[in-house]
């Protein structure tokens, strides 16, 4: 059984945490994100998006970076951030082209194979400094070190150049800033 997890990264009602379903790891889980360019031109948020759930496809964790982004990603009421991903059919096409065409070595995965799941705690008042250390978390990976650095290096080149808009992109930006 494979099983696709794709999260809108504007849906007012569904956070990308939860959409994703982020909590657990298993390697018949892909997860992707829909963004959908009429409200969102290629930038570094966009980018960190897909870079995380890369991550998280080749086993990675993410150490929580996509819960503590997913709050101010939540698009407005008045928006179609919610009902927008179920008329893309890349979507479909990608949910099908995983279950059709990926296959896995269990010998070769040997204890990824396992189904991990992370407990989460009920949120409280958050804490806005763990955002950095989300991050800082994740780029210390060996196969981020490793294996996309120059990916790396291209998202701090469009940090550096993200000019957010809204509160909470800008809050965001904020807390990364320490990065």
Same mark, same amino acid.
């Given at each position: 059984?494979?099983?696709?997890?794709?999260?809108?990264?504007?849906?007012?009602?569904?956070?990308?945490?939860?959409?994703?379903?982020?909590?657990?790891?298993?390697?018949?889980?892909?997860?992707?994100?829909?963004?959908?360019?009429?409200?969102?031109?290629?930038?570094?948020?966009?980018?960190?998006?897909?870079?995380?759930?890369? %991550?998280?496809?080749?086993?990675?964790?993410?150490?929580?970076?996509?819960? #503590? %982004?997913?709050?101010? $990603?939540?698009?407005?009421?008045?928006?179609?951030? +919610?009902?927008?991903?179920?008329?893309?059919?890349?979507?479909?096409? @990608?949910?099908?082209? +995983?279950?059709?065409?990926?296959?896995?070595?269990?010998?070769? $995965?040997?204890?990824?194979?396992? @189904?991990?799941?992370?407990?989460?705690?009920?949120?409280?008042?958050?804490?806005?400094?763990?955002?950095?250390?989300?991050?800082?978390?994740? $780029?210390?990976?060996?196969?981020?070190?490793?294996?996309?650095?120059?990916?790396?290096?291209?998202? $701090?080149?469009?940090?550096?150049?993200?000019?957010?808009?809204?509160?909470?992109?800008?809050?965001?930006?904020?807390?990364? #800033?320490?990065?």
């Amino acid at each position: 059984v494979k099983i696709v997890y794709v999260g809108s990264c504007d849906d007012q009602l569904v956070s990308l945490e939860s959409s994703t379903f982020s909590n657990i790891s298993h390697p018949n889980i892909y997860r992707a994100v829909f963004i959908n360019a009429r409200t969102h031109a290629k930038s570094f948020l966009t980018h960190l998006l897909g870079f995380i759930l890369k %991550l998280r496809n080749n086993g990675v964790p993410d150490h929580g970076l996509i819960r #503590e %982004l997913s709050p101010g $990603l939540a698009g407005s009421y008045t928006g179609d951030g +919610h009902s927008q991903i179920y008329y893309e059919a890349a979507v479909y096409d @990608l949910a099908v082209r +995983h279950a059709l065409e990926t296959s896995y070595s269990a010998k070769a $995965l040997g204890n990824l194979w396992e @189904l991990k799941v992370i407990k989460r705690q009920p949120e409280g008042d958050k804490d806005p400094y763990y955002l950095p250390w989300a991050m800082r978390g994740v $780029l210390e990976e060996e196969m981020v070190r490793q294996k996309l650095a120059d990916e790396c290096r291209e998202l $701090l080149k469009e940090f550096e150049e993200w000019k957010p808009v809204s509160k909470s992109l800008k809050d965001i930006r904020l807390r990364l #800033e320490p990065v």
